[in-house]
């Protein structure tokens, strides 16, 4: 199986800025697709951004100008560098890949989660 390790989140001001990234490990035979979601208690799990394995860049319109995803395929990492902080933006943060394990496998797989919390 695939194991996604996230870290970088905490605490900050508002206009502040953190830097996530996530390591995934295991058996990984092709990378579709890396990204980050988030889910604030009581809401759904949404889209942040996201990478395609084309290189194709997607981004919620409300992070658009202020977070910045990349990947490095030569060590299976996505980062997500976030800027201009607002308290809005508190919530858990996870890890996304669409990973294919074999020729014919292919799962979507998750992290376990780090917060972040943005203060006024």
């Known amino acids: 199986q695939v194991r996604l390790v996230e870290s970088g989140g905490g605490s900050v001001q508002v206009g502040g800025s953190l830097r996530l990234s996530c390591v995934a490990s295991?058996?990984?035979?092709?990378?579709?697709?890396m990204g980050w979601y988030r889910q604030a208690p009581g809401e759904l799990r949404e889209l942040v951004a996201i990478?395609?394995?084309?290189?194709?860049?997607t981004y919620a319109d409300s992070v658009k100008g202020r977070f910045a995803i990349s990947r490095d395929p030569a060590k299976n990492t996505v980062s997500l560098q976030m800027d201009s902080l607002k308290p809005e933006d508190t919530s858990d943060y996870y890890c996304?890949?669409?990973?294919?394990?074999?020729?014919?496998?292919?799962?979507?797989?998750w992290g376990q989660g780090t917060q972040v919390t943005v203060s006024s």
């Open positions: 990478v395609h394995s084309d290189g194709r860049l």
């Open positions: 295991g058996s990984i035979f092709a990378t579709y697709a």
């Open positions: 996304y890949a669409r990973v294919a394990t074999s020729r014919s496998d292919i799962n979507e797989f």
